[in-house]
């Protein structure tokens, strides 16, 4: 047991909400564009690729959390001069040959998971080439952060690769696999996705500022400085809010869809706050900044259902599908009374026939 809650601390569990909101915020998106197929069994296959995508965002979040640990232990980052939690190889808790067979599982993991997506997604073999290169790349991608001769994380790339894979690819790519359609403009909720994303990524990198400096870690907060990466986290917030804007005029939305805007004096209370607050006490902003991504998504979300109502005539034609599936349902109950009267009628003896034998 105890052993279990180490590996469930080196997950890092506060993280993996915010690789779900992606998927959320993309399955919410295809459920407002296609909410007549909710209704129906024509839906069930893209509530199933929901599902898998957002197992397999969870498990690659997971995979890049043990690998950072792992690299960052192994490069002499997650020194004892290193403020925020104590990770699990840094203490002791994981050895070297436990993280490693830790990693190949979880990768494992990830690649079923997505193999499954696939399956349920019924792609096309152009679709399928280009969504396994996709789901090889982002597991590439979650090892790589700190690990190999040369992590791109040590080079100032992990916001370009978190805002690719955890904004673009988590909200765009749910968004097609569910349903099967190119609509650029979802782009825009994917960079404000991917914007939270480095949010997030980009207060963890403040908290280390100190000792990924003194270790040669050159994040972009390394490479900015402080003050700048303030700023750089300012814009991240506000373009975020932005693009959400954006999409739906987009869209023509109502008024009322703009609603979101009233979750913003959250994220303001906190950049006020990260602002006075020295960058070594900077972790619980993580947390926050996590759970408050997650309940914007959640309420825009909701508010994208509420202003897509399902027509009158799309109703109609979900209550003629169920009818039309419980009338051939009685057919083929009736069918199968008839077919057995018919075997027990062929059974019997026929008139005097055998009769006293």
Same mark, same amino acid.
Request: positive net charge; charged residues 20%; glycine residues 8%.
């Given at each position: 047991?105890?052993?279990?809650? #180490? *590996?469930?601390?080196? !997950?890092?569990?506060? +993280?993996?909400? @915010? ?5 959320? %915020?993309?399955?919410? =998106? ?93 792609? #096309? *073999?152009?679709?399928? !080439?280009?969504?396994? +290169?996709?789901? @090889? ?5 979650? %090892?790589?952060?700190? =690990? ?210």
């Amino acid at each position: 047991m105890a052993k279990l809650k #180490t *590996w469930v601390k080196a !997950a890092r569990p506060r +993280t993996v909400l @915010l690789s779900f909101s992606g998927v959320l %915020l993309g399955a919410s =998106l295809s459920v407002a564009a296609f909410r007549s197929d909710m209704l129906t069994t024509a839906g069930r296959s893209g509530r199933q690729v929901m599902f898998f995508c957002a197992l397999t965002a969870i498990l690659l979040q997971v995979l890049s959390n043990l690998a950072n640990d792992y690299g960052d232990f192994k490069k002499g980052t997650d020194s004892a001069k290193r403020v925020g939690p104590q990770r699990e190889m840094q203490s002791g808790a994981i050895t070297e040959k436990e993280m490693k067979r830790g990693l190949a599982i979880t990768a494992g993991l990830c690649l079923i998971s997505g193999a499954l997506i696939f399956v349920f997604a019924s792609l #096309t *073999w152009q679709e399928l !080439a280009v969504f396994a +290169t996709l789901g @090889l790349g982002a597991v590439l991608a979650a %090892l790589l952060y700190t =690990l190999g001769k040369h992590p791109y994380g040590y080079q100032g790339l992990g916001d370009l690769f978190c805002f690719l894979f955890f904004g673009w690819a988590a909200v765009a790519g749910t968004f097609y696999l569910a349903t099967k359609t190119l609509d650029f403009s979802v782009l825009l909720p994917a960079s404000a996705m991917g914007f939270l994303s480095n949010a997030v990524l980009n207060i963890n990198n403040m908290r280390d500022y100190e000792n990924d400096k003194a270790s040669g870690k050159n994040s972009l907060v390394v490479k900015l400085g402080l003050k700048k990466a303030f700023a750089y986290h300012c814009l991240l917030i506000v373009g975020a809010f932005v693009c959400l804007s954006v999409f739906l005029a987009l869209k023509h939305a109502p008024y009322y869809t703009y609603a979101f805007w009233l979750l913003f004096p959250l994220f303001l209370k906190d950049l006020r706050a990260i602002k006075k607050t020295k960058p070594e006490l900077l972790d619980p902003f993580l947390g926050r900044q996590v759970k408050h991504s997650f309940l914007l998504v959640l309420v825009y979300g909701v508010l994208l259902f509420v202003c897509h109502p399902v027509p009158h005539d799309v109703r109609q034609v979900a209550r003629d599908a169920m009818e039309n599936a419980r009338v051939q349902k009685d057919s083929g109950d009736k069918l199968e009374v008839m077919l057995r009267a018919l075997c027990l009628q062929g059974r019997r003896p026929q008139n005097g026939v055998n009769r006293g034998a």
